[in-house]
T-cell receptor
């Protein structure tokens, strides 16, 4: 089955700096890669996703890049703000009727004001 | 917009008891997923249903069972509860019909199960 590795497990940045979180996946058949933000005790919320036919996607301060050959994808957050502090999960899935998500271990991002 | 509804939000049970968690997907969503998230862990996929049929099975213990009903809501039944079953249980839904995104899964608020 799919295995997703995520690094780093914790990340502390100063407000205004950029943050980068990296993930690798094992299943070459995976073709959908979402990123979720989860605050303590709350539900995971989708912040951005990318499909295997796209190399990069951007939404305001958030961008995701995908390298299918190397089987890794990254989340980039620019101009970080204290409210960006949360746990971020990457995930991977195949596009079929099942579509189960396999999550990375998560990154705790702390943005210091 | 309507979101995924889960009930109950909190549940406290004793060891060896049973529990039933309910999930009501977003209207017109036909796929339901169940995930278990232990403290400090990532969500682990348990099981999913598409059009009331089981479509994928993950790390769901034999003590657990689930089904999706004709109105698309789903229930996760947990028997012989163990201390290690204490976790947040999330339901998510997605759709393959209309112009809704095929892949995006919308998560419910979760049910926090505590087994004493």
């Amino acid at each position: 089955g799919e295995n997703v590795e995520q690094h780093p497990s914790t990340l502390s940045v100063q407000e205004g700096d950029s943050a980068v979180i990296k993930c690798t996946y094992s299943d070459s058949a995976s073709n959908y890669f979402p990123w979720y933000k989860q605050e303590l005790g709350k539900r995971p919320q989708l912040i951005i996703d990318i499909r295997s036919n796209v190399g990069e996607k951007k939404d305001q301060r958030i961008a995701v890049t995908l390298n299918k050959t190397a089987k890794h994808f990254s989340l980039h957050i620019t101009e970080t703000q204290p409210e960006d502090s949360a746990v971020y999960f990457c995930a991977a899935s195949r596009n079929n009727a099942g579509n189960m998500l396999t999550f990375g271990g998560g990154t705790r991002l702390m943005v210091k004001p | 917009a309507a979101g995924v509804i889960q009930s109950p939000r909190h549940l406290i049970k004793e060891k060896r008891e049973t529990a039933t968690l309910k999930c009501y997907p977003i209207p017109r969503h036909d796929t339901v997923y169940w995930y278990q998230q232990g403290p400090g862990q990532d969500p682990q996929f348990l099981i999913s249903f598409y059009e009331k049929m089981q479509s994928d099975k993950g790390s769901i213990p034999d003590r657990f069972s689930a089904q999706q009903f004709s109105d698309y809501h789903s229930e996760l039944n947990m028997s012989s509860l163990e201390l290690g079953d204490s976790a947040l249980y999330f339901c998510a839904s997605s759709s393959r019909i209309g112009d809704l995104d095929l892949d995006e899964q919308f998560f419910g608020p979760g049910t926090r199960l505590t087994v004493l």
